[in-house]
């Protein structure tokens, strides 16, 4: 539905775009929803035009979308809209760890074990310094932390 906004009408792709759209696609995407939550960097200067715009449009669109599910009463759709207004203003997918937007102080691998632990903000909070420690340690591929 987003994708189809009036506002993306005059967007079309670009002959010279198509081998990084494809290349973006494959490494930046975990879902089938092509959007620029994924943080992929991009060469062509008309591509980062066109980003900007898109992202813009996207935040406001999203936003919009939460108010008229929150108005309705319709609870699971308006959480839905929340969680993806949330993603774009962050740039970080509602399934990742939220501590994702500070990726440039934290390593791929720091949020990889957050995110199998299922450790959220709370859960970090409420834990001593020496058992966030321990995440390395305890935490095994499919299996909740016991930190």
Known sequence: MIAHSSEFENIAI????????????????????????????????SLVSDAAYISASLARITRALFGICLRRGWCEMTLLMLEYSKAVDRQVWPHQHSLRQFDNHLSAEIFRKLEECGADLDRLFETEEKGIGGINSVCTKGRGCSF
Do not use: Q, V
């Open 14 to 45: 670009r002959e010279e775009e198509e081998n990084e759209l494809e290349m973006l696609a494959r490494t930046s995407c975990p879902l089938e929803i092509k959007l620029y939550i994924s943080r992929g960097s991009m060469d062509s200067f």
